[in-house]
């Protein structure tokens, strides 16, 4: 079942066209991503969804509530949250919770229970300032759900975040996706692959691929195989795109890229060249095509 329906959403800004025609849905229960390059418009779209900025013309549909109930359904964290660093994270729950008109009691309750959730409840009462990035983005994250959103929309959830802050947070939002629809915006395409359910791609304001990941990459996916070799002639290596497996051929930085016909027949093949040539094999992968490959196409087209 949908949960939120958007249709031909524009944003200009001028003569710009920041978001330029945007219709699609995000089903109840669901992860989806929001990836594309930088200035393909994903701040843009998730503001106007999260009813930060009024756009330019088409309409977005929360099925089953009233206009004046959205925001109360949705529960944001900008690409650059802003705290009152000044406060403690007990007190910032606490205060996020009164804004969405939760009474007092109720609100210490809720603000508790998410500190623990979110492994703050030893840092609850030291203030925000000492805090890491990790542990504000989990204070934000808190603060997104605080009043119990139907929709969490993220931007850009992880990208400030050193590997061990973004370890967290992908852990809290695998488990927040078993309770809440979620959309968030990402640059890293691994973590995409590693929690999204959907996936949405979009380039200069418009959207290139949309749907199921599992089924994109079913429908996308090509067997592929990369070598890395140590001493091959170049010229050598260029005259592989002619072999009849060969789909298509990249070959840079001593990475062979080949997407082939048939992956078996291939390695078969390609071992047999590479040992008649004497060249060193310093590395052979064979798999299918990533979501990585897929964006690649979806925005150089
Ligand atoms: N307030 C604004 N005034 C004018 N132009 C804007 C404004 N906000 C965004 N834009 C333009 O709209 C386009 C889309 O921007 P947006 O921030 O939505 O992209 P994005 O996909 O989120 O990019 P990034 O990955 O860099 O965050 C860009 O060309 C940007 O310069």
């Not at 939760?102 to 309750?109: D, F, G, L, V």
């Not at 409840?121 to 504000?136: E, L, N, V």
């Not at 390609?270 to 690649?296: A, C, H």
Request: hydrophobic share 40%; charged share 25%.
């Amino acid at each position: 079942m949908n949960l939120l329906e958007v249709g031909g959403l524009t944003k200009r800004f001028g003569a710009n066209a920041a978001v330029d025609g945007l219709s699609f849905a995000i089903s109840q229960g669901r992860c989806m991503a929001l990836l594309g390059p930088n200035g393909a418009g994903k701040t843009t779209t998730l503001k106007m969804l999260s009813g930060l900025l009024e756009p330019s013309s088409g309409t977005i549909r929360f099925i089953g509530e009233a206009r004046a109930d959205i925001r109360e359904s949705i529960g944001y964290l900008p690409q650059y949250p802003s705290f009152f660093n000044w406060m403690s994270g007990k007190e910032f729950l606490e205060f996020t919770a009164k804004l969405a008109r939760i009474p007092a009691k109720e609100a210490a309750s809720r603000a508790k229970e998410l500190l623990e959730r979110v492994g703050l409840k030893d840092a609850a009462k030291r203030k925000i300032s000492g805090y890491s990035g990790g542990m504000k983005q989990r204070l934000g994250l808190a603060q997104a759900v605080i009043h119990r959103p139907k929709l969490l929309i993220l931007d850009e959830p992880v990208s400030a975040l050193d590997p061990q802050g973004r370890r967290e947070v992908m852990e809290l939002l695998k488990e927040m996706k078993r309770e809440t629809t979620i959309l968030f915006s990402t640059h890293i395409l691994h973590d995409a692959e590693e929690i999204s359910d959907d996936v949405m791609i979009m380039d200069r304001g418009h959207i290139v691929v949309e749907g199921d990941l599992q089924q994109l990459m079913r429908d996308h996916g090509k067997p592929q195989i990369r070598i890395k070799v140590g001493n091959a002639d170049p010229a050598w290596v260029q005259g592989l795109r002619d072999r009849p497996f060969v789909r298509e051929f990249e070959f840079a930085l001593g990475l062979i890229t080949l997407q082939v016909t048939n992956l078996h027949e291939a390695r078969e093949s390609l071992f047999r060249e590479f040992v008649d040539q004497g060249l060193e094999i310093e590395g052979f992968e064979m798999g299918q095509t990533t979501l990585e490959d897929l964006f690649m196409k979806a925005v150089q087209a």
